[in-house]
């Protein structure tokens, strides 16, 4: 009975099943696969991607310091994580698609296969399936929603062109959208003006869809990001009624923290009762415990609100707060940049900029806004303080070139003592932070600048904690490598067992305990020990100490000029350089730059310097173009005519007719002095060199390299040098060393000496002294060279005669014996002329030229 009572029911349900066919259009077909497609394939493909957007969601973390994104980015490794729920999300609308292909649904699934394209990233897909609806849809609304997620993954993709345009299309569409898509338009396009950096537009849209927000669009979100928006473009007023409507929506804690640190941030400050109201509201935020991670914002904030106020002790005081407090590399950066700010544009200190933009940059991330800008100033800056610092520290090592090892010494013990009283002071300052807070600091450790009182305590600003961190290092682990894992045990292990026996236990014991009683390295006489070895004490090294400020005094007054904008300090950069250094070899150019500074606000002293450059350098381009302003102009129209000239003149010379060559270069050289004069003076050296002895081609070609060292042409000049002074040295060895016999020439005597014996300081202080007490006449001057890795020697040069060396040499080796500085040394002296010497420093031919020395030299010189 049973089986016929199921029998009955199915045939009589037949009829109701063949109704709801697909190819059915009767109204209770159309309810089955409505309500079909909406609560079986459409709601579930909804909820799985509910889950995706939570996830995409989850992995926002939002920059307070900066506008906040009003969508997360998608992220191709967070998409793996959620692919699961995107095939789900796919396969469910794709079902309800192909069984119910009449319900009104259809439209709905295909835009939700389309969102979970474009949540995959597969951007192709996502817009074909958006554009297939906006095609074949019938639904107005539905077309609208489809074009709406178009924007959107436009915008992803960086097409911002094509998004642009559907954007366009739908703004004409706007009168007859329903509010949903009509709110979707507004977010979606601010999203888009967002991406573009277009804070005005951005804003005017999400304004736009306030009043269209419901609960699950985070309004609290939309309005701090209105908030940070109408801030960042200066509408104070707007920024702190959103800020308060942010606060209203009660959203999570982080959001509320920051709403209100920004509205104390921008409240309207007319009155004093008005700041401190501000100020109250700052400290009340400090005070919650439940702020405790933000302190570092906090404090950044009041900064910021003080320097509005141009309270820059407050200000500077509050930064260096938030740098101490937390741990928010983001914050520490702005904090750094803000105070190198000040101290660059208000306090016009370079030094303590430099060394805060040196920390910014460090903290900031590259994508940072303006990080470019921010680059290129702490370049400037650091370039600046690295010619400062060079003729600071110089002048103090020309400064104690006049003292003695005990005054030396004393000065250096004096300031070691100043700077650890002073460190330990900020030692015991210090209570919880081991961070290092920025100060000047320079390698002179007798400064006395007006900043002493801020001296560093960071450690690779200090030249001295350095030295001593080296040596306890060395002291501890020994003279290891630079390289990777070089603390492990088995690398030590292999090492010893290569080298040493293995110890006995006993051995290890006293090793230990001799180890355990060495005595602490003496700070005091290392930085004696360093600073001793930088100090010029010879006329060469303090020529090149000389040089090195007068470069240095070259480049500030270019820095100060063209790129920080400083003109009365390039001013004193410029004259300081021509009142220390007449002659320099930057004269011509500074005198001409002074005049163009002062041809805007003092015109007598513009002429002063213009007539000091016509007299001083006639010759030079800066005259030429101070007489004639077009000068370059026309200069480069006879370049063009001396290349033309030049093919010629080079044709002869490959030809080897280098006569016709001679003259079609000298015809060049008469248009005047050019850019490419150079170019023609190096082919006049390669005739020499066709035509004239190897010497004299040598000659020409080092004559050319110090007059043309900054031009391109030297590199080529100085590959050529070197071939030909290999050649030489080729056939020198070929030969046999073949040194000239004429000695009736100038001569030079030379101290020559193993590198281990380091006899450059003692070798030249003895010759110095030697040399003003028995031949001060002939004004002789002493240098020293390295010949070789082996060797090292000391030069007197200048003796006129061979006779005088002569002289020089009997007399030397007469004192020699009481000469207790050099009693312990071994070294060799000789007199060599100056062909001779050119031809032995070449060769490197020591035991050659000791044997010539002896057969062509009396004996009483030897």
């Given at each position: 009975?049973?089986?016929i ?27 089955y696969h ?17 889950k ?11 920059d ?5 994104r ?15 729920e ?10 309800a ?52 997620h ?9 097409e ?13 569409e706007?009168?007859i ?53 109408y ?68 404090y ?15 200000g ?12 928010n ?19 016009r ?12 940059i ?10 470019a800008q921010?680059?290129e ?55 919880k ?18 900043n ?13 904690a350095?030295?001593i ?5 060395k ?27 293995t ?63 400083e ?14 250094f ?25 002429d ?14 800066y ?12 200069s ?11 093919k ?22 008469a ?51 070197q071939t ?12 046999g ?22 006899l ?15 031949f ?11 010949l070789?890795?082996d ?10 005669q ?15 014996p ?45």
């Open positions: 009975m049973k089986r009572a199921l029998f009955i029911i199915s045939i009589g349900c037949l009829p109701l099943l063949l109704r709801c066919s697909s190819e059915s259009r009767s109204w209770t077909s159309k309810a409505n309500t079909t497609a909406h609560y079986n394939g459409y709601y579930y493909s909804r909820e799985e991607l509910k995706v957007d939570d996830l995409v969601w989850g992995s926002l973390t939002d307070y310091n900066r506008i906040l009003l969508y997360p980015a998608l992220d191709s490794a967070v998409a793996k994580g959620y692919d699961k995107i095939q789900e999300a796919v396969k469910m609308a794709s079902i698609i192909q069984r119910h292909p009449n319900s009104k649904w259809v439209d709905d699934n295909y835009i939700l296969v389309g969102r979970a394209r474009f949540y995959s990233m597969d951007w192709g897909n996502a817009i074909q399936t958006f554009k297939y609806v906006n095609t074949k849809s019938d639904d107005i609304h539905a077309r609208h929603t489809a074009i709406i178009l924007v959107r993954t436009f915008t992803e993709k960086k911002y062109n094509n998004a642009q345009a559907a954007i366009d299309f739908l703004q004409k706007e009168p959208m329903n509010k949903a898509n009509r709110k979707a338009l507004y977010l979606e396009k601010a999203y888009y003006y967002q991406n573009l950096e277009d804070l005005d537009k951005m804003v005017r849209n999400l304004t736009s869809a306030v009043p269209l927000l419901k609960k699950r669009d985070r309004p609290g979100r939309v309005y701090f990001i209105i908030g940070q928006i801030q960042k473009l200066g509408f104070e007023d707007e920024a702190y009624g959103f800020y308060k409507k942010c606060i209203s929506t009660n959203p999570a804690y982080e959001v509320d923290f920051y709403a209100r640190l920004y509205m104390a941030q921008v409240t309207e400050i007319s009155r004093s009762r008005d700041v401190n109201a501000a100020r109250k509201s700052f400290k009340q935020l400090l005070k919650d415990s439940k702020n405790k991670e933000f302190r570092d914002k906090i950044y904030e009041m900064g910021v609100f003080e320097l509005k106020q141009k309270n820059l002790k407050e500077i005081e509050n930064f260096n707060l938030a740098v101490r407090t937390g741990n590399k983001r914050i520490d950066g702005e904090a750094y940049l803000r105070l190198g700010e000040v101290y660059y544009d208000t306090l200190k370079f030094e303590l900029s430099a060394a805060y933009y040196d920390s910014a460090n903290a900031l991330s590259k994508d940072y806004e303006g990080y921010i680059k100033r702490q370049l400037i800056l650091a370039e600046f303080v690295k010619n400062l610092k060079t003729i600071q520290w110089q002048d103090s090592l020309l400064a104690m070139a006049s003292l003695d090892s005990v005054q030396l010494r004393g000065r250096i013990d004096s300031a070691y003592q100043i700077r650890k009283a002073a460190e330990e002071k900020k030692e015991k300052a210090k209570k932070s081991n961070r290092i807070s920025i100060e000047a600091n320079d390698n002179n450790v007798f400064s006395t600048g007006e002493e009182n801020e001296n560093t305590s960071w450690y690779f600003g200090n030249s001295s350095m030295s961190g080296q040596n306890e290092f002291r501890t682990w020994g003279d290891v490598p630079l390289e990777d894992n070089w603390r492990r045990s088995n690398r030590i292990a292999v090492a010893t067992a290569n080298s040493l026996p110890p006995t236990e006993t051995d290890t014991t006293a090793q230990a305990a001799n180890q355990k009683d060495l005595p602490a390295a003496d700070p005091v006489a290392q930085e004696y020990d360093r600073v001793n070895k930088e100090i010029p004490r010879t006329e060469e090294q303090r020529k090149v100490a000389l040089k090195k400020i007068e470069e240095a005094y070259f480049n500030l007054g270019d820095i100060y000029y063209f790129k920080l904008q003109k009365d300090n390039a001013v004193d950069s410029y004259t300081t350089l021509l009142r220390r007449p002659g320099s070899d930057h004269e011509a150019e500074v005198l001409y730059k002074l005049y163009l500074i002062f041809k805007e606000t003092d015109q007598t002293k513009a002063f310097f213009a007539s000091r450059l016509k007299e001083l350098y006639p010759n030079s381009t005259t030429k173009i101070l007489l004639n302003p077009n000068y370059l102009v026309e480069s129209l006879a370049v063009e005519k001396q290349k033309v000239i030049y010629s003149a080079y044709e002869a010379y490959e030809q080897g007719d280098f006569t016709t060559s001679s003259k079609y270069i000298d015809e060049a050289m248009l005047g002095e050019t850019s490419f004069k150079p170019t023609l003076d190096l082919l006049r050296i390669l005739i020499v060199g066709e035509t004239e002895n190897i010497n004299q081609y040598q000659y020409e070609l080092d004559q050319f390299i110090q007059k043309y060292p900054m031009e391109k042409i030297t590199e080529y000049a100085k590959s050529l040098l030909s002074k290999d050649f030489q040295q080729n056939q020198e060895k070929q030969k060393i073949q040194y000239i016999k004429s000695l009736e020439e100038a001569h030079y005597f030379v101290m020559i000496y193993p590198s281990a014996e380091k450059s300081n003692a070798g030249t202080s003895v010759l110095e002294k030697f040399n003003s007490e028995n001060a006449r002939l004004q002789l001057k002493t240098s020293n060279l390295q070789s890795d060797y090292g020697l000391i030069l007197v040069t200048d003796l006129p061979v006779t005088d060396a002569l002289e020089f040499m009997i007399k030397f080796n007469q004192k020699l009481s000469i207790t500085e050099l009693r312990n040394h071994k070294f060799n002296t000789f007199v060599i002329t100056k062909d001779n010497f050119d031809i032995f420093y070449r060769t490197k031919g020591l035991d050659e030229y000791l044997r010539f020395f002896e057969k062509n030299y009396p004996a009483e010189v030897q």
